[in-house]
């Protein structure tokens, strides 16, 4: 596993199950830190040898801004488990949800600095068909981008990658109009790896994603949105914003097999409308943004972001209280 201290964080409603066993087993052996945090649904125990959970009350006794704004029910509660890693003094935080059987290179992702084939001012990229010839695309991507030419990447070249997604065989991350009319289990064909640089956009998951501390105020998910959109608009705000500071984010091999929790997909569908309608005047309002690079700007162009989104109506006026309570627990952090 990667040398520096590392942290894994999910969310999850359900009991010990055999995902959150197999991570916490890791976990324990690695000397890796794994929390777990809860929502209201949760049951009254939780027991797990290798694993911190979290309750709601535990929440809220963290002395922290966010846990008493941060609404229940909500997947955003996940916010709650990155600034727990960040205090326990995590550089490097791998999120996944509970559905997702790991393998050990998801333990591993790439150093921050890294010589990897890369595509530039590409737009809008299909990033699944690198891996794969057959028809897919990831949950978030436009639908008439789906079959635009892919563009060629780059020779290998030193990229700087703090944020790297994986990808997830079986059940890949797809959105419900593919689950709707496409075949699953669906395997990747190729184990390729691609950075994504300045212009060339694809969404990422929450799934399977590894940040490292540089990138960690971009881990905020939204609350005030789509479930189904919340990390999707992340990964937005945080390619604009990587964009600024001269970083690519890194798509890799599947290291995770999804075994996916019960959904309903038309219930899916109805909540990634605003995405199939809004993704890509998003892109837009975002890529027109003014940014100042470096890392002490980046709460600045956090809330940027999130107030045009806001005054463009995407996300609800509330999100801004929501995000600068999160900045400022990362300050007393």
């Keep these: 596993m990667n040398s520096q201290k590392t942290a894994v964080v999910l969310t999850s409603i359900a009991p010990p199950n055999a995902v959150m066993r197999a991570i916490a087993s890791d976990c324990m052996e690695s000397g890796t830190s794994f929390y777990v945090i809860g929502d209201t649904k949760s049951p009254d125990t939780f027991e797990l040898d290798g694993c911190k959970f979290l309750s709601v009350s535990d929440q809220l006794a963290l002395g922290l801004r966010l846990p008493a704004l941060c609404p229940t029910r909500h997947y955003a509660r996940k916010n709650i488990g990155y600034l727990e890693a960040i205090r326990d003094g995590a550089e490097l935080i791998l999120e996944t949800d509970d559905d997702n059987h790991p393998s050990p290179e998801f333990y591993r992702p790439l150093p921050v600095e890294a010589e990897i084939a890369a595509v530039d001012e590409g737009g809008w990229v299909n990033v699944y068909r690198y891996f794969d010839d057959r028809l897919i695309w990831p949950r978030g991507l436009p639908l008439d981008a789906i079959h635009d030419a892919l563009p060629e990447r780059s020779a290998p070249r030193g990229v700087r990658i703090p944020i790297q997604q994986g990808l997830a065989d079986a059940n890949p991350d797809v959105d419900a109009i593919y689950r709707l009319v496409l075949p699953l289990p669906f395997d990747f064909a190729r184990r390729e790896r691609v950075a994504l640089g300045k212009g060339s956009w694809c969404p990422f ?13 971009l881990l905020y998910l939204p609350a005030y949105c789509s479930f189904r959109m919340t990390d999707i608009w992340r990964s937005f705000v945080a390619q604009r914003i990587a964009w600024a500071n001269g970083w690519s984010i890194l798509f890799r091999e599947a290291t995770v ?10 219930k899916d569908f109805a909540d990634e409308v605003s995405g ?13 943004l003014d940014l100042a690079p470096g890392e002490d700007a980046i709460p600045a162009n956090l809330r940027t972001c999130y107030g045009a989104l806001v005054e463009e109506g995407h996300v609800g006026a509330d999100e801004l209280p929501l995000l600068d309570a999160w900045l400022a627990d ?4």
Excluded: C, K, W
Aim: no cysteine; net charge neutral.
């Design 257 to 266: 097999v999804q075994d996916r929790n019960d959904h309903s997909l038309m």
């Design 276 to 288: 199939y309608n809004g993704n890509r005047a998003i892109a837009a309002r975002l890529g027109a």
């Design 330 to 333: 990362l300050e007393t952090l």
């Design 205 to 217: 998951n929450s799934q399977n994603t590894a940040f490292y501390r540089e990138a960690f105020p």
